[in-house]
């Protein structure tokens, strides 16, 4: 287990990737400390999902450093990245019907013994998780049955089950209405603040980002324009340019974030 | 599709048959082989061992050819040696042809098991059945404690179902008859594995003189001969005989020219073949299915054909034209009269 | 715990309890499965066409065993029993494990509940393998195999190796390509097929036998051939269980499980079509078997794979060894039918219950 303020818990230095023949990451330097709670911002298809699998080690970079928890993912196992990140995907599918319980007993595999399969101690972990993303009451119920923001919950308390010290998650609150999108962040919040975990969020929502997130990120073109507090990240003439809309439109979407009991930033 | 291995299927008896048969009984009665011995090699012995019928009282009998001779190895069809420890009493026979033979040459009432296609002659009914057209039951055949089963080649027997039984020690003799030649040496291949040897050449030898008159006849040879089809089937397909097959011969010795499907591996021919070849007799097998001339006649484009203008198409029974046993000299006569009803046919053998 | 208790018709509660309470010991539930399985086998092997005493039949078995008991029944008897029963019925346990299993894995491993053992061209591959097998005139049978299987197992594999090189990379996920290329591939091989058969004549009984599916062909020696290829690749994939479970929610997500997915998929890959190419060629295509029986056990016990996959054995062999013995009963009809009546019946309910797009 990391200790805050220590080593840093991801790194990415000079990172170039991308698909096949599109590259998408021109250069990304980004570095996230130990306890931290940041969201990556920047408009469709300038590389913040790709910055989660770079670091995640899924995708290789074609140069560059990739550093998670100290060490070059590329050389780590994958059972070893799992234990060190923990990731939340906006959207998943099931292909069987599955109780939310067993869907976040999931995030214990990377801890299971593999002959013997769940202990106590996982079984402990999961409810543990399901408490503390509030849907003990949904153990039994088939995952694909419950409503959008249930099952983003759901993902969540997998990632939270995992127990890693870095959670990462992909827009988490894309398919959710506003109550849900807060509940949502006053979680990730809370998770930060209670047990330390670190915080890595791609966000499309620049309100919620702003309101929520003390650190934001804003990448563009595949590279990193602004890094930092986000009453200097984004700034109107920023955002003009790197979304080519009104920043008048964030003020009136703050007002509702607010209004829907999101305490902001703590 | 059709899968044709000749198929067997009944007719009337014949006079010669019932002479035939009444001979072969009293030969078999004076050529009683030793009793059977010891359980053939192999796991099976006999179920229960039943006395087998008791033979006729010796008859006066005139010379017989051969006796029944065991341990004998005959090669069946498939080329495969088989050897028949000792005369067998409990034979089972696969095929109706088969079946129709071991009658012919009075084995009959060692016959333990048959098919669910036998049915000539008669008496065949009273045989227990262990294949049916979609299973073979070996457990039956071990059941019964067979000691010799006959079984079709081509396919017509599963060769799994033959590799089990063999497995188990009991003698599998494939027969398998391509062509007209190939029914009388499977008549002796019967004989000789079923322990009536003599019977069965005498069979062959005088089916084969019956034929050669017929063929002598009406055969190949200077006379003009008609264009003859031979029509198995034309509910969809036209389905007829293949090049160089059994059903090709049976025709040219009948008198007539097949037509044929212009492959030996296509059993069909497509409606402008047929029309360009233009038989002048037709000659329905499909009858027993209700198919008749007047039908034939109202088929579209069937009319160009000169043996539907002239009113040669006639039903023939198919059963003893093809299948390949005892009756085969009844099915070409029968074959004769439905290509020329005035065919100037030696007189039958008594 | 939906679908099952609908179909057990107990109160929801009580039903949750009982399915908890087997789910948490995976010991018992494969032990009663086994139990059930063996009762099965005993059933099939004292039944046949042949009437035998079923006191006869045990007696057989124990004395096959090597325990002291008089032989009080006909060689024959003994023969059907131990020569032609039994090697069949375990033939069909053995073959509908390996299916079971390898239509559990394809299952997983493609995220489809539709899959089967099939599903990557295998029946296509194998079907046409045998063909050619009767097409060709030479007669050569190794160990009780003939070329027949030999090349129905080759056939299979081929076709799998083929969609597995053509499926990947290309524009679609890999999962996706893999699939949609299995069924062009499998389009394809059956298009020669019907080629192969339509040449073949006299011999399409033969290719239509292996087609339908059967255990006839049983013997002791094949099942020696056979069976350690079926149950080991059966126990290969048990023991990968949990991968199946980490791609559940996809491959993406089983990466940031820790699972290889790459790795991973090959070797499931590998393996389940390794048991269902060994199964085609003793038995020929027997459907519905590796369809339905995951999809049975997961509505008793879940998705988790480390139950589904010992489960869906268990059950698949049990299917079959009824299957079978129903076929036997009915006058030999293929056992493929049978499980085809079995099977579909099952597989349109599972379709109308099914959840038409399954987002989280």
Redesign the interface.
């Known amino acids: 287990m990391l200790v805050p303020g220590a080593l840093p818990v991801a790194v990415l230095r000079g990172v170039t990737a991308g698909y096949r023949d599109r590259l998408v990451l021109r250069g990304v330097d980004l570095t996230i400390a130990a306890g931290e709670r940041v969201a990556l911002l920047g408009p469709n298809g300038a590389g913040k999902s790709t910055i989660l ?1 770079v670091l ?1 080690g ?1 995708l290789p970079a074609r140069s560059g450093e990739v550093l998670l928890g100290g060490d070059p993912v590329a050389r780590l ?3 070893q ?3 060190r ?3 939340v ?1 906006g ?9 939310v319980e ?2 976040v007993g ?2 214990r ?2 801890h ?1 013994d ?1 002959f013997r ?1 769940p202990r106590a101690e996982d079984r402990a972990a999961v409810t543990a998780a399901l408490e503390r993303v509030g849907i003990t009451a949904l153990r ?1 119920r ?4 419950l409503s959008l923001g249930e ?1 983003q919950l ?2 969540l308390a997998l990632a939270v089950a ?1 127990g890693a010290p870095l959670l990462v998650l992909d827009e988490p609150t894309v398919h959710l209405d506003l109550h849900h999108q807060v509940a949502v962040m006053e979680l990730l919040a809370d998770l930060n603040a209670r047990d330390g975990t670190t915080i890595l969020a791609v966000l499309h929502d620049l309100a919620l980002a702003r309101h929520f997130f003390p650190r934001l990120v804003l990448v563009d073109g595949g590279r990193v324009v602004a890094d930092g507090p986000p009453r200097l990240v984004l700034r109107p003439e920023r955002v003009r340019a790197v979304y080519g809309v009104d920043p008048g439109i964030l003020d009136a979407r703050a007002e509702a974030v607010e209004l829907n009991g999101g305490a902001g930033l703590r | 599709m059709l899968s044709r291995a000749p198929r067997r299927r009944v007719a009337g008896l014949s006079p010669f048959i019932v002479a035939l048969a009444v001979f072969l009984a009293a030969c078999a009665g004076s050529g009683t082989p030793a009793p059977s011995g010891p359980a053939p090699t192999g796991s099976i012995a006999p179920v229960a061992t039943g006395t087998p019928t008791a033979p006729p009282e010796p008859e006066p009998t005139p010379e017989i050819p051969v006796e029944p001779v065991y341990p004998v190895t005959v090669t069946d069809d498939d080329g495969t040696d088989v050897t028949i420890p000792a005369e067998p009493q409990k034979i089972v026979s696969l095929t109706p042809a088969t079946t129709e033979i071991l009658f012919a040459l009075g084995a009959d009432d060692r016959v333990v098991g048959r098919t669910d296609a036998d049915d000539y002659p008669a008496e065949v009914a009273a045989i227990p059945v262990v294949v049916t057209s979609t299973k073979i039951d070996i457990e039956k055949i071990v059941a019964l404690g067979a000691d010799l089963v006959f079984a079709g080649g081509n396919n017509f027997t599963s060769p799994d179902a033959i590799a089990k039984l063999r497995q188990f020690g009991i003698p599998v003799v494939v027969t398998y008859a391509p062509d007209v030649e190939g029914v009388l040496e499977d008549i002796e291949l019967v004989g000789t594995a079923a322990g009536a040897p003599g019977p069965a050449t005498e069979l062959a030898d005088a089916m084969r003189a019956e034929i050669d008159a017929i063929a002598a006849t009406l055969g190949p040879g200077d006379r003009a001969r008609p264009r003859v089809f031979y029509e198995i089937d034309a509910t969809k397909e036209i389905f007829g005989p293949a090049d160089d097959s059994f059903l090709a011969e049976m025709i040219s010795l009948a008198g007539g020219e097949p037509i044929t499907t212009g492959s030996p591996t296509v059993f069909s021919i497509p409606l402008e073949r047929l029309i360009a070849a233009d038989p002048e007799v037709i000659v329905l097998e499909d009858a027993a299915y209700g198919v008749t001339p007047e039908q034939v006649a109202a088929r579209p484009g069937w009319d160009a054909i000169t043996a539907v203008r002239s009113k040669a198409v006639r039903p023939v029974n198919g059963v003893v034209v093809t299948r390949p046993g005892p009756r085969l000299v009844e099915g070409l006569r029968a074959l004769a009269l439905a290509i020329d009803p005035e065919a100037p046919l030696p007189p039958a053998a008594p | 715990m939906t679908g099952g208790a609908r179909l057990l018709v107990l109160p929801r509660a009580r039903a949750r309890q009982g399915a908890d309470a087997l789910r948490r010991r995976p010991g018992l539930l494969v032990g009663l499965g086994l139990a059930a399985l063996v009762i099965a086998v005993l059933a099939a092997v004292a039944a046949g066409s042949v009437a035998i005493a079923p006191a006869d039949t045990l007696g057989i078995l124990l004395r096959a065993l090597g325990l002291p008991v008089e032989a009080s029944w006909s060689p024959a008897a003994e023969t059907i029993v131990l020569d032609l029963r039994l090697p069949r019925v375990l033939t069909a346990v053995v073959v509908g494990a390996g299916l079971a299993v390898a239509g559990a894995t394809f299952q997983g491993l493609l995220r489809n509940p539709l899959a089967d053992p099939y599903v990557l061209g295998t029946a296509s591959g194998a079907a046409l393998g045998a063909a050619i097998a009767v097409l060709v005139p030479v007669r050569a049978v190794i160990l009780e195999f003939g070329l027949l299987n030999a090349l129905a197992f080759a056939g299979a594999l081929g076709a799998v190796a083929v969609v597995w090189a053509l499926g990947r990379g290309g524009a679609f996920a890999p999962l996706t390509g893999l699939l949609l290329t299995g069924y062009a591939v499998g389009s394809l091989l059956a298009a020669g097929l019907a080629m192969t058969m339509y040449l073949s004549g006299a011999n399409l009984r033969q290719i239509f036998a292996f087609l339908l599916g059967g255990l006839e062909g049983s013997s002791w020696l094949r099942l020696a051939v056979a069976a350690p290829l079926i149950v080991g690749g059966t126990i290969a994939i048990a023991a990968r269980a949990r991968v199946l479970d980490g791609l559940l929610l996809g491959e993406e997500a089983a990466a940031h499980l820790g699972v290889n997915v790459r790795r991973e998929r090959v070797i499931l890959l590998g393996l389940g079509s390794l048991v269902t190419a060994a199964a085609v060629a003793v038995s020929g295509l027997i459907g519905f078997v590796g369809l339905v029986a995951p999809h049975v056990v997961r509505l008793l016990v879940g998705p988790s794979a480390r139950l589904v996959v010992p489960l869906s054995a268990v059950f698949g062999a049990a299917l079959l060894v009824l299957a079978d013995l129903g076929a036997r009963l009915a006058g030999e009809i293929p056992v493929g039918v049978v499980t085809a009546l079995i099977g579909a019946p099952f597989f349109v309910v599972l379709l109308r219950r099914a959840r038409l797009g399954y987002e989280l």
């Open positions: 699998r995640a899924i196992g994958r059972g990245v799992a234990r990140l923990a990731a995907p959207q998943a599918s099931l292909p069987f019907a599955t109780r067993e869907v999931l995030g595999l990377p299971e593999p399969g039994d088939d995952a694909r049955e099952r759901v993902l995992q």
